[in-house]
T-cell receptor, first 114, second 114 residues
Framework: KAGVTQTPRYLIKTRGQQVTLSCSPI?????VSWYQQTPGQGLQFLFE???????NKGNFPGRFSGRQFSNSRSEMNVSTLELGDSALYLC?????????????FGEGSRLTVL | AQSVTQLDSQVPVFEEAPVELRCNYS??????LFWYVQYPNQGLQLLLK??????LVKGINGFEAEFNKSQTSFHLRKPSVHISDTAEYFC????????????FGTGTRLKVLA
């Protein structure tokens, strides 16, 4: 069974540009969550989607957005990139409604903003 | 708002010695607690979780954790570590069963020495 796949794995952008990251969840998983990981801050919740609907959102500015498609694949977009957006962006999928199950993480997309 | 504290950013320990990684959370309301491990250049993997019931939870790779409601703690232990346990360990909490918005600690880097 294939795991969570994130693309691209590495990317470099300059300030002011925008970026789109993609996440393909494990087959059958309907929930996709996104986290930002930075040294010293740990993982910070960005948003969660379930059946194409945003179910929860973290405390990030509106430059951060996401969506989920009917096949459960998800994308997140960051517009007007800032240096502080450099981070590892992790996507995680899970099966269902109750948040007591396991989150399955991808290997992440490492974004460097110059 | 819920918060998670992992007081130790780094823990060096000799191979075959016991280890305890500390985790405290802020609220004593009903919570779900998790420990995840991240190996270099990989995503996070669930070690164990506490949802309800027995306060001693056993996980994979010989790890266990004890839920202490009065001290709002969920410390992770292993009686004898191996070199392969070298990784970063994250404690996470959720107080909302309806979503996967987890609050993660900043992580503890476990370094096992030969």
């Amino acid at each position: 069974k294939a795991g969570v796949t994130q693309t691209p794995r590495y990317l470099i952008k300059t300030r002011g540009q925008q970026v789109t990251l993609s996440c393909s969840p494990i087959s059958g998983h309907r929930s996709v969550s996104w986290y930002q990981q930075t040294p010293g801050q740990g993982l910070q919740f960005l948003f969660e989607y379930f059946s194409e609907t945003q179910r929860n959102k973290g405390n990030f500015p509106g430059r951060f957005s996401g969506r989920q498609f009917s096949n459960s694949r998800s994308e997140m977009n960051v517009s007007t990139l800032e240096l502080g957006d450099s981070a590892l962006y992790l996507c995680a999928s899970s099966m269902g409604l109750a948040a007591t199950g396991e989150l399955f993480f991808g290997e992440g997309s490492r974004l460097t903003v110059l | 708002a819920q918060s998670v504290t992992q007081l130790d950013s780094q823990v060096p320990v000799f191979e075959e010695a016991p280890v305890e990684l500390r985790c405290n959370y802020s609220s004593s309301v009903s919570v779900y607690l998790f420990w995840y491990v991240q190996y270099p250049n990989q995503g996070l993997q669930l070690l164990l979780k506490y949802l309800s019931g027995s306060t001693l939870v056993k996980g994979i790779n010989g790890f266990e954790a004890e839920f202490n409601k009065s001290q709002t703690s969920f410390h992770l232990r292993k009686p004898s570590v191996h070199i392969s346990d070298t990784a970063e360990y994250f404690c996470a909490v959720s107080d909302d069963p309806g979503t996967y918005k987890y609050i993660f600690g900043t992580g503890t880097r476990l370094k096992v020495l030969a």
